[in-house]
């Protein structure tokens, strides 16, 4: 339990462009490498727009499900898997990145990359997972995704490509919106942010 | 949507960060500060209302608040979900100086001269939840200039831009979650929000934890600004104590003698959830070499 008072987030903002972004940012490995993936979708907003002024990180355990906890994500040297990655949207909303298929972290366990999103428009960043589809079983033994309906539990599990790499789409707001995540268990926190809204919503 | 609309859109943003265009149709006439202050001020009162009748004090920003316009289409409607974090959500990406050169954290050298305006150091630490200093983890920070022009290509405000300043600065944080940065103070600058909408000046700061669940992106203010109860991005805090935390001190401590005025600013992230060994609580997960 928290004992000081947390530094409030605010929004990214539009400009962010020339400062966040790095080289290599959205290549966790290099693309073409052995067992490399492409990880891509869009970012949508409530009306199915696409966002072009989106940024994204990933943060994952590499391909044996081992969380690497190494230096060199912002100088990444070509052969240091470190987990981290940040990926800008384009004009069109979609965003890359080229990693290895997150391992389970423990035996049966389901494999997921932890995401952050970030975006002009969005008061704070967002969490959220990206699982991988094919192991059901443990799709199903998930404790998060087994506590969701399974209408929602869609938003957080990738499609399969052809050639291996995965889709997943975000969609801050409207009825097929992604499952986001509160970490912070002493709740008024985070899940106030909406308190508004669901006054609203009542008054309605 | 139609391909061509997002086009359309998307040509237009290129010029200014403009109000959602959905926003312009609910009400065509123009949208002044009475408007956007009036919307505010109702928010406002609202949550002291609330407060009055018991209920705790938030600490974030509201992701549903319509006085910023861009939020209207972009917060989730259902409730964040709550989950314990797991495996890889408790531990942090890690950075180190093989990743940031020293002299990032200084903004007034990255050109060949000294760049316009009020050279000023900020300077703070980084703590967790339960006041443990965070070691070892990148800090960026990107700003306006003096007269508060973006370098990005997106901000067209008709203020210049100086050749000696490109507003980006990075640092690793010391043992005692210290981190110091020497910039100019950025200006205040129009944006279209609504007729007459300027954001007080403001440094971004982006801050990772030990425990990625720490993630931080937030914006620095300087004390006593007069646009703060104007502006809806920083009123999107509805608790003044937690508003306050965003607002840097003057400190003549960290003000160096014919140099620079210094502003003093600490980051608390929130608690960490994971059982700590007594070598991590003092970082040394961070830099390896």
């Known amino acids: 339990m928290s004992k000081l008072a947390p530094t409030p987030g605010q929004t990214v903002g539009p400009f962010y462009g020339y400062a966040l972004p790095f080289n290599k940012d959205n290549e966790l490995l290099a693309p073409g490498s052995p067992g490399s993936i492409r990880l891509q979708g869009t970012v949508y907003d409530g009306a199915g727009n696409a966002i072009p002024d989106a940024i994204l990180e990933i943060w994952q355990p590499d391909s044996e499900g081992k969380i690497v906890e190494r230096t060199g994500s912002l100088v990444r040297d070509g052969y240091t898997f470190t987990g981290w990655g940040r990926g800008s949207v384009g004009n069109s909303g979609v965003y890359t990145f080229t990693t290895v298929n997150p391992g389970p972290t423990a035996p049966g366990a389901a494999a997921f990359i932890s995401v952050a999103v970030f975006a002009r428009g969005l008061m704070n960043r967002l969490f959220t997972r990206v699982y991988l589809p094919e192991n059901e079983e443990a799709l199903a033994n998930d404790p998060l995704l087994s506590s969701l309906d399974p209408e929602r539990r869609k938003t957080l599990i990738a499609r399969r490509d052809a050639d291996g790499g995965l889709t997943w789409d975000i969609r801050l707001q409207g009825g097929d919106e992604t499952v986001f995540l509160d970490f912070q268990q002493d709740g008024s926190l985070e899940t106030s942010v909406n308190a508004d809204h669901s006054a609203r919503v009542n008054q309605a | 949507m139609p391909h061509e609309q997002t086009a359309q859109a998307l040509e237009s943003e290129e010029l200014v960060p403009p109000a959602e265009p959905h926003a312009a149709q609910e009400s065509k006439k123009v949208e002044t500060q009475a408007d956007l202050s009036a919307e505010i001020k109702a928010m406002g009162d609202r949550y002291a209302e609330a407060l009055k009748n018991g209920r705790g004090p938030e600490t974030m920003p509201r992701l549903d608040y319509s006085p910023y ?98 507003g980006v600065g990075r640092c690793i944080t010391g043992d005692d979650g210290s981190y110091s940065f020497t910039t100019i103070k950025p200006g205040a600058y129009p944006w279209k929000n609504h007729l007459n909408a300027w954001r007080p000046a403001h440094i971004h700061f982006s801050m990772f934890g030990s425990e990625f669940t720490q993630r931080l992106v937030t914006q620095m203010y300087f004390p006593g600004d007069q646009l703060f109860p104007l502006d809806p991005i920083y009123q999107s805090i509805v608790d003044q104590d937690a508003r306050d935390r965003l607002v840097a001190q003057y400190d003549h401590e960290l003000t160096s003698p014919e140099w620079a005025l210094g502003y003093k600013w600490d980051i608390i992230l929130t608690g960490s959830k994971r059982t700590w060994t007594e070598n991590e609580a003092y970082g040394d997960a961070g830099d390896e070499e």
């Not at chain 2, 100086?97 to 990032?104: F, I, P, R, T, Y």
């Not at chain 2, 900020?122 to 939840?129: S, T």
């Not at chain 2, 339960?130 to 008709?158: C, F, M, T």
Request: aromatic content about 6%; charged content about 20%.
């Open chain 2, 69 to 166: 316009r861009s939020s209207i289409l972009r917060h989730p409607t259902k409730s964040l979900h709550h989950a314990d974090p797991e495996t890889i959500e408790l531990y942090s990406p890690a950075f180190g100086h093989q990743d940031v050169h020293a002299l990032e954290s200084d903004l007034t050298i990255q050109h060949n001269g000294e760049p316009q305006g009020e050279r000023i150091i900020v300077a703070g630490r980084v703590l967790d939840g339960d006041g443990r200093p965070v070691a070892g983890q990148l800090v960026e920070i990107w700003q306006a200039n003096a007269s508060g022009r973006y370098i990005h290509k997106r901000d067209q405000h008709p203020a210049p831009l100086d050749p000696n300043f490109t």
